[in-house]
């Protein structure tokens, strides 16, 4: 070896220096579960379809969406998004205006007119009884799987609830139309105005390989009023059905309405609209503890809805009604006072809830129907096999949202069920707490507010009283989102190693970690905005 | 008092905008060079230096954004110290540049050297940085700094502030806050740790020598420091930037707490971002989340004893330097921050 004067070694690249062999830690990549997938109950994967919307790629967003929800217009107007309510971001500034985006896709792909496929023929039939939205959920991932599906309902149109229990001013009905005419479109043949009284009579007969059921939960719970005269009490089910059908509700004058619910803001405000000279919702809750939504009741007051809280309807005389005061206790439910006064009324309107028929099931041998519900193992099956049920008639929180998620679910095990197997939905992810996350990368950005239709025309008409978002507000929303435990590619851990021990491998491929090199400093880690990598200590 | 420049105005509402290294919603001209699949890892992985250390840090974001700047024509002359000791245990070098090391203190003088071989060459295309850290800057190498200052020699002198001789066992030098604790300035007594009203800020000296550009960054604002990195390449005659970059050794903290030390360092105003050229103030970069110096302090064991009953005057004394920056250079908008 000839080297210059004085020198005897080679000169060589730190290379050849493994400095991974000092580390007792390790970084990894991983996905962990945002908050919002976690709450949704329809299960979307949220982060993903609010990614593709922060790049304008709307229509493949709004595919991700549908990949676990075929109503993304509808939710993005009834949905009480339980994903805003868990959003990190929350805790920052405000929450990610989540449901906007949602309804933006929506109402882009019926723009658009955007369609999914079905999937090839598999020769299974479905029968599904009740053409609500988890019905027609149900008939939608079982066609896109191939499966032939029926979808038999009593009522005139389909839609459920969604068409005869939520007033149009939130659920305006072409958008509603439009998506259920996508799963029809899909091959879901709907056989409506028939009502089904024999489940097990009517699948053998139609040779059905497999049973959905999902009829809701539409029978008015009513609690026993004296009444000594002719004032009308009415429930909130039959106005707002026959509100939907334009068929005389007997909303006039002054009108009361009995309960705190999200049913009761229901009728309340479509009585305000159906032109009564007042209405007065008495609410047997304290006014902290109604069990509506606080949008609901805010914008009912804010449309002349007056509220009278910690009031129990005793008796009726004539056209007065008898209040009994309430007092909060420290049980679930206030007490009684013995104090008493009177309120007059045109009609009474009780809004206390719903039951479900649950005569149809009980007919049929096996199936278990426990405090007004159907029983379901943890596959949706009921007790017969083959049959599964779903939505408001099995022990749940009775939101659309819900009613979307167990035909999602169930539509996974009846595909297991026609093919043989079982299904066994994948391990979940940790989800992701606000402090894995560092904040400090998140550009300072406030929350978009929707437009609202003015009080005064709230008052007058069903027109819906939410606005849309434009496409500019729609992607600047999406770009609030933290991407909780899922990499956008910010390149931040790529940055920060001092030991340029991270690989980027390019847009949409994220990064790998050269092992030989990383000392496991952990400064990737803690400087990961969205808490998408852990450490690991090492085997030693 | 002047703006940060219109280059370097901060890019909003692209969900991190311009605050991480990298984001894919911003046009290519908004990205940084870290953030690219090329960049020139001009300090490459396998140096010796410690976990999570801010200097090893800054260098590479510092000489690669000089890199890209003169497209690669690039020579640097380095002090002794940890930077040049973690990176070239002869004959293995991290280094894939043209880099040289002579003494300790003359690292400003030999880059000065090569400047003048250059230009005597003809060579206009290849540049000269010349680096090392805070003691081989602000005591051992001052003379020869200065002389560099003095004769305008076309040199980029890039300072690693880690607030002490690290590489020798963490003894104080001249840019050692107040208060504290290394090896020769330890906590015990009525005032534990380093003296207060000692030392010096060389940017402020840099400035009155009236070069053509002084400038001061930190490892935890990656876009600020290359733009001024890059902006400095940009203009010919004596240069100085110093880049604060927290030693997890020296300090007692957290290697994983590199970047978030640096960053509290600068949102409580102990560690202002400036740009002066010619002598004059011409940019600073505001503080954008405020917070109190304890918040910076707390993370480290060196000011340990200035959070501990007794040394409240000491806190005080720290929260003042950082209220005094605050209004010196305007670090807080009327508003409030940045953004």
């Avoid at chain 1, 009517?202 to 040779?207: I, L, N, P, S, T």
């Avoid at chain 1, 949706?380 to 167990?406: C, K, L, N, Y």
């Avoid at chain 2, 280059?7 to 905008?17: A, N």
């Avoid at chain 2, 300072?159 to 001789?165: D, H, I, L, P, V």
Wanted: hydrophobic share 35%; with cysteine.
């Amino acid at each position: 070896m000839k080297t210059p004067f004085a020198i005897t070694l080679d000169v060589g690249s730190s290379l050849l220096n493994k400095t991974g062999s000092w580390r007792n830690e390790r970084p990894v990549y991983l996905d962990r579960l945002p908050p919002c997938n976690h709450a949704c109950p329809a299960g979307e994967n949220i982060q993903q379809w609010l990614y593709l919307t922060e790049e304008g790629r709307y229509e493949e967003a709004w595919r991700q969406i549908m990949d676990d929800n075929p109503f993304p217009a509808v939710m993005g107007r009834v949905c009480y998004h339980p994903c805003e309510t868990h959003c990190n971001r929350g805790q920052l500034d405000e929450a990610v205006g989540i449901n906007a985006v949602e309804r933006f896709l929506g109402d882009q792909a019926l723009i658009n007119e955007w369609q999914v496929e079905a999937g090839a023929p598999t020769g299974k039939r479905v029968m599904i009884v009740g053409a609500g939205p988890s019905g027609l959920t149900a008939a939608y991932h079982l066609r896109r799987i191939g499966h032939a599906v029926t979808v038999y309902d009593a009522s005139p149109q389909a839609g459920g609830m969604v068409r005869y229990g939520i007033p149009k001013y939130r659920m305006p009905r072409e958008k509603l139309r439009a998506e259920v005419a996508r799963i029809e479109r899909m091959g879901a043949e709907l056989q409506l105005n028939t009502r089904i009284d024999d489940v097990v009579a009517a699948r053998d007969e139609g040779k059905f390989d497999a049973v959905f059921l999902s009829i809701g939960a539409q029978l008015p719970k009513r609690v026993d009023i004296e009444v000594n005269g002719e004032l009308p009490v009415l429930d909130a089910v039959s106005v707002l059905r026959n509100t939907e059908l334009e068929e005389p509700t007997g909303m006039r004058g002054h009108v009361v309405v009995y309960g705190g619910g999200n049913t009761a803001m229901d009728v309340a405000r479509s009585g305000v609209r159906l032109g009564a000279k007042s209405v007065t919702a008495v609410v047997f809750e304290a006014r902290e503890h109604m069990p509506a939504h606080e949008f609901e009741v805010k914008e009912a007051r804010e449309e002349g809805v007056e509220l009278v809280c910690l009031r129990a309807i005793r008796e009726v005389n004539g056209e007065q009604v008898t209040l009994e005061k309430m007092v909060p206790s420290e049980g679930r439910w206030p007490q009684p006072t013995g104090q008493f006064e009177t309120i007059s009324a045109d009609v009474v309107v009780q809004a206390l809830g719903q039951n479900v028929d649950t005569g149809l099931a009980e007919a049929i041998s096996g199936i278990k129907v426990a405090e007004g519900a159907v029983q379901v193992g943890t596959d949706m099956q009921t007790g017969s096999p083959g049959i599964f049920a779903g939505g408001d008639m099995i022990p749940s929180e009775r939101t659309v949202t819900t009613s979307i998620g167990h035909a999602k679910k169930a539509a996974r095990h009846i595909d297991a069920y026609l093919r043989g197997v079982s299904y066994s939905p994948a391990e979940k992810h940790e989800v992701v707490s606000h402090d894995m996350l560092n904040t400090w990368y998140y550009s300072d950005a406030p929350r978009t507010v929707r437009p609202m239709l003015s009080v005064m025309r709230r008052q007058s008409g069903f027109a819906e009283i939410v606005g849309n978002i434009d496409q500019e507000n729609a992607t600047f929303e999406a770009r609030r989102c933290m991407s909780c435990g899922n990499c956008f590619e910010c390149d931040n851990c790529y940055g920060v190693c001092p030991d340029n021990a991270v690989k980027k491998l390019g847009p949409g491929n994220r990064f790998e970690f050269k092992y030989d090199y990383c000392k496991g400093c952990g400064l990737c880690a803690s400087e990961c905005p969205c808490g998408a990598i852990k450490m690991i200590p090492e085997e030693i | 008092m002047p703006q940060i420049p219109e280059s370097h105005q901060k890019v909003r509402f692209y969900q991190t905008g311009t605050l991480t290294v990298g984001n894919r919603l911003l046009d290519a001209e908004h990205r940084s060079v870290q953030g690219t699949m090329d960049r020139s890892n001009s300090l490459d992985s396998g140096h010796r230096a410690c976990q999570g250390c801010g200097e090893a840090l800054g260098a590479r974001f510092a000489i690669d954004a000089a890199m890209r700047a003169t497209k690669n024509q690039l020579i640097a002359a380095n002090a002794t110290g940890c930077l040049e000791v973690f990176t070239t245990p002869y004959p293995e070098t991290a280094w894939s540049i043209p880099w040289i090391h002579s003494l300790f203190g003359n690292a400003a003088a030999v880059g000065a050297g090569i400047a003048a071989a250059l230009k005597a060459k003809g060579r206009d295309d290849v540049r000269v940085i010349a680096q090392g850290g805070d003691g081989g800057t602000t005591d051992i190498g001052f003379g020869c700094l200065s002389g560099m200052f003095d004769r305008n020699d076309d040199v980029l002198y890039i300072c690693y502030n880690n607030e002490a001789y690290m590489n020798t066992g963490v003894q104080r030098s001249s840019a050692t806050p107040g208060g504290a604790r290394t090896a020769t300035t330890m906590p015990v007594g009525k005032d534990p740790g380093n003296a207060f009203n000692t030392g010096k800020s060389v940017p402020l000296v840099a400035m009155a020598h009236l070069i053509p550009y002084v400038a001061t960054a930190s490892v935890h604002d990656l876009h600020d420091l290359e733009h001024k990195v890059s902006k400095a390449m940009g203009i010919h005659g004596a240069r100085y930037i110093e880049i604060f970059v927290p030693c997890p050794l020296g300090w007692g903290s957290k290697p994983s707490d590199t970047v978030k030390i640096a960053r509290l360092a600068v949102e409580c105003g102990l560690y202002p971002l400036i740009e002066a050229e010619h002598g004059e103030l011409t940019g600073v970069t505001k503080i954008r989340q405020h917070v109190p110096v304890g918040e910076y302090l707390k993370l480290q064991r060196r000011f340990a004893h200035v959070l501990k009953p007794g040394n409240a005057h000491q806190l005080e004394q720290l929260q003042a330097i950082a209220d005094r920056n605050i209004k010196k250079f305007s670090l807080i908008d009327e508003k409030g921050g940045q953004e």
